[in-house]
């Protein structure tokens, strides 16, 4: 097994009497009728079916009298009981014999076939069916960090899945498969270009590109967004300035708009990085973010889009970076285009393995935030680390900001249901590229399964979600799919233990953001650098960010503020990101900090050798080329492990000046061979 085809294999189900019983149901398709959408609907029942039970399942080209179907139906009363159906919700019910798959558009039946086939590849039964469904987010999508030439920014995938150079001529059928899964998860928008962006998306050639890729995704309800360079109306426009206030610019940028409009009338929107890491932006014109994101609104016109503005923002040099982007648009609240929203990355420094929530969401009440999680493991160990991100995501949008009292959690400041927001998105840097398997490490497709799914509906549980993922990808054998759950659900801790325990971060190789580099004390700024992050001294350890340090902790709700701003109290998980804690300082598990830290380093880096057991456990019941795939890459995540435990215990026991706790056995090579490892890797 190649893994191309991701979650949706529809191999046939081997238990003939399962297949005799699901086939009661599934006879023929019928309903489809001529819209492309419904098409993709029936197309891709009838595909897995016919594929998971083992005989062609005929779609029906006029509505049949006959039972014993699957009936699609567009009903724009549709309802589910109690709760009414969202534009894109979908119910499934039986009726006289037959299944029906209903909602109130073309794209809810979609979702619905796509339910459907989940039912049955999860081997759900399908008689009696009652479910129904709502979206809780409105816009569902993924950020490709892709570049025009083909490369992918922090993608460890191969390269981008857009030929650029083949467009618009040629249509990969990648384009169709990609379609297929995202809708299958429930996404229904894709960011296409990098927010490092290339003027050159704007040109009349690439948007005559994008248009093509938009049709071939349109029938799977995936609405095409793009990032944009802010300097654009320069570099393409011929103008001198890209000033948002400037009449110029503003013609500029809405003649484009209606240019991307007539090209792809579906378009979703835009996407900005700006005044961002030497990307461009309104503050060079000493205009705001809000100046900047509300012409772009405004250029949109009567063109049913919207602006997910970035607030990803540092500047070098002052003060803590955690509070630096809350700083820059707090203020702005209420200051935003209705059709502006802006888009926060889940914790306040980087898509660190853990972080405490950004201190935006819940503080912004009057301003839809877009809550963006990182797929592609940039700090999480690239393709060779098993890490399942479900338990990530689920953290992030659970906590409870506590911006409207209790239960304020992330997930409802995002949905809009604290702020009663119309607009809600959700976004996640895709981890797919050009390699076979699309993710590289195979379990890098459960990550893409579990946002969609957690996009789609956020109280659903990570676990639930892997175990899903698992019975469709990977074997349906009850005792194999508890192994690999459990592996699942346990793998993000894991990581977290063998590289960043206790709430240390951002301590890994510069630039590249691989492998461990606690040491590293210079680098372009100060930010940039590792020691700015641990703080490591004779005393202890941890970025002081109470009161008597940064202060940043105050970003947040008292209620909050109260739980993480007491050492005593605060979560271990959180420690180090808000406490300088000495090193003999006795910590709730009764061991001391430096203590703690050495035996999670070692216990992280073993439990990799658990995950190689569990691994090696369920082999009987999974492809021998897949197995084997990721039997090979846990060997290298436990030689990683291994050197991310030797580099922080050495280097951090330099300060504590203590030897390992029984019975942690010293590491066999010393902190300089072990920097020399890191240099070697960092050569050019
Ligand atoms: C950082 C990445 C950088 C991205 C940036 C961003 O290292 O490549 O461009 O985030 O999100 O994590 O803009």
Not at 575 to 582: E, R, T
Not at 618 to 642: C, F, G, N, S
Request: aromatic residues 10%.
């Amino acid at each position: 097994d190649d893994g191309y085809r991701l979650w949706l294999k529809y191999d046939r189900i081997a238990d003939a009497a399962a297949r005799q019983q699901y086939l009661r149901n599934a006879q023929f398709i019928t309903g489809a009728g001529t819209s492309p959408v419904l098409q993709a609907a029936s197309g891709e029942l009838q595909r897995g079916l016919s594929g998971l039970l083992g005989q062609a399942v005929p779609a029906l080209a006029t509505v049949s009298t006959r039972t014993g179907g699957i009936v699609l139906r567009v009903d724009k009363q549709a309802s589910a009981g109690e709760q009414p159906l969202k534009a894109e919700g979908y119910r499934l019910f039986s009726e006289k014999n037959n299944l029906v798959i209903t909602g109130r558009t073309d794209q809810a039946v979609l979702y619905g076939a796509f339910a459907l086939l989940r039912q049955v590849q999860t081997r759900q039964p399908l008689a009696g069916l009652n479910i129904s469904s709502n979206p809780r987010i409105n816009f569902r999508l993924l950020n490709h960090w892709d570049n025009q030439n083909g490369t992918v920014e922090r993608g460890y995938a191969g390269s981008s899945i857009w030929q650029w150079y083949e467009l618009p001529e040629r249509l990969d059928p990648r384009y169709t498969d990609y379609a297929r899964a995202n809708a299958s998860v429930g996404i229904n928008g894709v960011v296409i270009n990098n927010v490092n962006a290339s003027a050159r998306y704007l040109t009349a050639e690439y948007i005559g590109k994008v248009a093509s890729v938009a049709g071939v995704l349109r029938p799977y309800g995936q609405r095409v967004y793009m990032s944009v360079f802010w300097a654009a109306p320069k570099v393409i426009g011929g103008l001198k300035t890209a000033d948002p206030l400037d009449p110029a610019v503003k013609q500029w940028w809405a003649t484009k708009s209606d240019e991307i409009y007539k090209a792809i009338p579906d378009f979703g929107g835009f996407l900005v990085k700006a005044n961002s890491e030497g990307e461009p932006g309104p503050q060079d014109y000493n205009r705001t973010h809000a100046d900047g994101a509300n012409m772009l609104a405004q250029s949109l016109g009567r063109h049913d889009g919207v602006v997910m503005w970035r607030a990803f923002v540092y500047k070098a040099g002052s003060g803590d970076r955690f509070a630096q982007a809350f700083e820059d648009f707090q203020p702005l609240d209420g200051k935003f285009d209705p059709k502006v929203l802006v888009q926060v990355k889940n914790g306040p420094i980087d898509f660190q393995a853990r972080e405490p929530f950004h201190p935006l969401f819940g503080a912004m009440p009057k301003t839809p935030l877009v809550l963006e999680v990182q797929l592609t493991q940039e700090y999480l160990g690239f393709a060779t680390h098993l890490v399942y991100l479900g338990p990530l995501i689920k953290e992030v949008l659970e906590a409870d900001t506590y911006a409207e009292g209790p239960g304020s959690t992330v997930a409802k400041v995002v949905d809009g249901t604290v702020d009663n927001h119309a607009l809600s998105a959700i976004a996640g840097v895709a981890n797919i590229g050009s390699d076979r398997n699309w993710t590289g490490h195979p379990v890098g497709q459960a990550n893409w399964y579990a946002f969609g799914r957690l996009a789609w509906d956020h109280t659903l549980s990570p676990a639930a979600i892997a175990q899903e993922w698992t019975k469709m990808t990977l074997t349906t054998e009850p005792a194999a799919v508890r192994t690999l759950t459990d592996m699942l659900v346990r793998s993000r801790n894991i990581y977290v233990r063998y590289t960043t325990p206790l709430g240390l971060h951002h301590i890994m190789g510069e630039s590249i953001h691989f492998g461990p580099q606690p040491w590293l004390a210079k680098s372009g700024r100060p930010d940039w650098t590792a020691v700015y992050y641990h703080k490591a001294d004779s005393i202890g350890l941890g970025f002081d960010r109470t009161a008597t340090g940064s202060n940043a902790l105050a970003l947040y709700k008292p209620e909050v503020q109260k739980q993480w701003g007491n050492p005593q109290t605060c979560p271990l998980d959180y420690l180090l990101w808000f406490h300088h804690v000495g090193w003999n300082q006795r910590l709730p598990t009764g061991r001391t900090l430096w203590n703690e830290l050495a035996t999670r380093y070692y216990t992280g880096a073993d439990s990799v050798l658990w995950l190689q057991k569990q691994w090696a456990q369920v082999r009987p019941q999974l492809d021998p080329a897949l197995h084997a795939d990721v039997a090979a890459r846990l060997q290298t995540q436990r030689k990683e492990a291994l050197w991310w435990r030797d580099a922080c215990v050495l280097y951090f026991q330099t300060y504590a000046r203590q030897p390992l706790p029984a019975p942690l056995a010293p590491p066999t090579r010393t902190l300089a061979e072990v920097k020399d490892l890191v240099n070697l890797y960092q050569l050019k």
